[in-house]
Nanobody
Framework: QVQLEESGGGLVQAGGSLRLSCAASGFSFSNYYMTWYRQTPGKERELVAHITSTGAGTNYAASVKGRFTVSRDNAKNTVYLQMNSLKPEDTAVYYC?????????WGQGTQVTVSS
């Protein structure tokens, strides 16, 4: 079965950095683009970044462009989100997502908290 498992969240001071990982299994990871989303209580889930299947193409939300970098290692079936210059408004639960022909899949999420 398809599994997505995020890790790397935590508490960091404003200006700091974190690197999130999402380990994927149960599908041909290298064939699909992957997306990071985030969500705060009372708000809709927001697209943060996505990356094409080969990693050659990326796209970012305006709010994180220039600070976050999405990458992937297809040999390890893992997608990453490097987050630099973190701001309190980046505080959220971060999810990775895969849209597959058989359905839409989400990880359980990892909490990122940025203190001011």
């Amino acid at each position: 079965q398809v599994q997505l498992e995020e890790s790397g969240g935590g508490l960091v001071q404003a200006g700091g950095s974190l690197r999130l990982s999402c380990a994927a299994s149960g599908f041909s990871f290298s064939n699909y683009y992957m997306t990071w989303y985030r969500q705060t209580p009372g708000k809709e889930r927001e697209l943060v970044a996505h990356i094409t299947s080969t990693g050659a193409g990326t796209n970012y939300a305006a709010s994180v462009k220039g600070r976050f970098t999405v990458s992937r290692d297809n040999a390890k079936n893992t997608v990453y989100l490097q987050m630099n210059s973190l701001k309190p408004e980046d505080t959220a639960v971060y999810y990775c997502h895969a849209e597959l022909p058989r359905g839409s899949y989400w990880g359980q999420g990892t909490q990122v908290t940025v203190s001011s």
